[in-house]
């Protein structure tokens, strides 16, 4: 993902097959790939998630938030 945007809250929001450096296996995901969908720091697959919208979700890693961001 070249251009990088966040939610409300600063929290990084993130396509399906993106991934960084911060990637950690969710146990709910059978055969782990190396993408946001896969991760645990995404919500894709928490039930009842409402800003699991058009194969977008946000990552809840807090490396990953805009202040940080801007940090780097
Ligand atoms: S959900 Fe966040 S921490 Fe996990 S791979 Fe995607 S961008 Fe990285």
Do not use: Q
């Amino acid at each position: 993902m070249k251009n990088l945007a966040y939610d409300e809250n600063g929290l990084l929001i993130v396509n399906e097959s993106h991934c960084c450096e911060h990637f950690e296996p969710d146990n709910g995901a059978l055969v782990p790939m190396r993408e946001c969908w896969c991760c645990k720091w995404s919500n894709f697959r928490k039930a009842g998630e409402t800003d699991n919208l058009g194969g977008y979700s946000i990552c809840n890693y807090v490396g990953n938030k805009k202040e940080e961001a801007v940090l780097k």
